[in-house]
């Protein structure tokens, strides 16, 4: 279905891509993983036509139709959403009346309700655009699929809807994401690019078994390094002995009466020397490892947090809404100090307008909010909205952390943030640099309420990593939401929360949740097979 080899591609003197051979067959799913800045979304628009080939060759069959879905959709269609959908698949009268409700299925696989078909696309959020796009892929027929983080703008059900309905179809793909069990379930094998060497590697298996056979392999490459290294230096040691014990036969002055030993000893100086130059001779012989690069890992330090005067958040018969969109029945809110809290629904519920109704950058419906005096917050929203586009990351620090823009370079140094990125504007980063630089803020900042709005969109799996691993010992308040399972259950949330048709509950089972929601899924799929 689809052939490259030996593919190369650079931007000036940057190379990207470099000698990226694999096949794809009909049904072949693969996970598509590397750092931030390594050319993912290079290779994928390379395949969909958009970019072109530096070196290399590139085989898809003509009769092949492509869907591509990018990181950063721009969407800035008018017109009604079902209008939109078959326009952008390509179906036309009289087809499209045969297929409307495989749409409409779709439409609530996703999460929609009722009536969205005929809403304006411009009404839309920034995440239902989104499915609305990935939709229109789907409905097109494509036979392969190049999806470039398609699960950021995905709530929970739709996430595990697009799950089980890629499992279940025929389509092949090549899918970039940061989602662990995302990968997990819907691929079969990893497409493998290195941050410092860019070598491109294939392999056969879940995106977890490969995971932890890099860290295998990492461990066992070190080890065997560390192993020539210490047998090199011992040999060294013996060829110096053995050149001493020459030199000093070799110098040995005799008495008149000691030709015999002095004859030894010249015999025994020269023993020496050959045996040096044997011994020598073993590490010329020897294929010499190259010392393997030691990963900086991304890492967020820990900071002792005191519970000291009223840290805790309470809500009271609040209300929040957006206009005549939606409006929340009272909501009853109170998060103790060192608690983990998770906020989990559809999108367009008001996950996200109840979290900035909660911080006082909405206007509440009704009702009472409380944030005690001595919290000290952070909040990273999902749309970055808490960098400055025209300030550099050394200003931003500097002046939301207050820590000087001597200490705030010093940081990013510290952090391994691009040099070059650390005194531009922060609207000349990628997506995946913001999202680094507001965990370097967390840092600087030292926070007692941690608010994470989907933090994990936009970010490498070093970073998704190093975020994890940092929740998991902050011993302040977190008020998170995520759709991203593996995250949510490694950081040990206390409490679950569901929004949904306007009702805040406390959910008493997670996993139970998830096992419905794929139930629902899969439901609509078997009701798809049959249109």
């Known amino acids: 279905m689809l052939k490259l080899r030996n593919v190369s591609k650079s931007y000036g003197l940057k190379e990207v891509l470099n000698n990226v051979t694999f096949s794809l067959e009909k049904g072949q799913k693969a996970a598509l993983v590397a750092p931030n800045g390594t050319g993912k979304s290079t290779l994928l628009k390379i395949i969909a036509g958009i970019e072109k080939i530096d070196f290399g060759g590139m085989e898809i069959h003509k009769s092949i139709r492509l869907g591509y879905f990018p990181q950063e959709l721009k969407l800035d269609a008018k017109g009604k959403v079902m209008d939109f959908i078959f326009r952008t698949a390509g179906i036309e009268e009289p087809e499209r009346q045969k297929i409307e409700y495989k749409a409409k299925i779709m439409l609530s696989g996703f999460g929609f309700k009722e009536g969205i078909e005929d809403r304006k696309v411009e009404e839309l959020s920034s995440g239902q655009k989104a499915k609305i796009a990935l939709i229109a892929i789907l409905m097109k027929g494509a036979d392969l699929l190049l999806l470039d983080e398609p699960t950021n703008n995905l709530d929970l059900p739709s996430l595990i809807w697009l799950e089980d309905y890629l499992k279940s179809s025929e389509i092949s793909g090549i899918i970039v994401s940061h989602d662990r069990r995302f990968l997990d379930n819907v691929t079969q094998k990893v497409f493998s690019i290195d941050r410092e060497t860019r070598r491109f590697k294939v392999i056969n298996g879940k995106y977890s078994h490969f995971l932890e056979n890099e860290e295998r392999d990492e461990k066992r490459r070190m080890e065997l390094y560390q192993a020539q290294v210490r047998e090199i230096e011992r040999i060294n040691v013996i060829v110096e002995e053995k ?17 015999m030993l002095q004859g030894y000893n010249r015999n025994k100086s020269g023993r020496s020397l050959r045996t040096a130059k044997v011994i020598g001779n073993r590490i010329k012989r020897m294929e010499i490892l190259d010392k393997p690069v030691v990963k900086n890992l991304f890492n967020i330090p820990t900071y002792e947090i005191k519970n000291e005067g009223n840290t805790e958040i309470e809500a009271k018969h609040l209300v929040v809404g957006r206009g005549k969109v939606f409006k929340t029945e009272p909501i009853d809110l109170h998060i103790q100090f060192g608690k983990k809290i998770c906020i989990i629904g559809g999108n367009g519920e008001g996950k996200s307008t109840l979290i900035k109704t909660l911080l006082g950058e909405l206007k509440a419906v009704s009702g009472e909010i409380n944030i005690g005096g001595s919290v000290k917050l952070v909040n990273m929203s999902q749309e970055h909205e808490l960098l400055p586009p025209d300030k550099s990351p050394v200003q931003f620090l500097s002046q939301m952390a207050g820590i000087g823009e001597s200490n705030a370079y010093n940081l990013l140094t510290k952090f391994d943030f691009p040099e070059e990125q650390a005194k531009n504007k922060i609207s000349t980063m ?70 949904e048709n306007g009702k805040f509950e406390k959910i008493p089972d997670f996993a139970e949740y998830l096992k419905e929601n794929d139930s629902k899924a899969k439901k609509l799929i078997r009701v798809i097979s049959r249109v």
């Open 243 to 259: 050149k001493q014990d020459a030199e000093d036969g070799s110098k040995w002055e005799r008495s008149d009466n000691d030709k």
């Open 430 to 499: 990628s997506p995946g640099e913001r999202a680094r630089l507001i965990l370097i803020y967390f840092a600087a900042k030292k926070a007692n309420v941690l608010v994470l709005d989907e933090p994990t969109n936009h970010m490498d799996a070093e970073a998704v990593s190093a975020l994890k691993e940092f929740l998991k010992t902050y011993t302040g308040s977190l008020i998170l939401i995520s759709h991203d399972r593996y995250f949510i259950e490694q950081v040990k949330i206390d409490y679950f929360y569901r929004i």
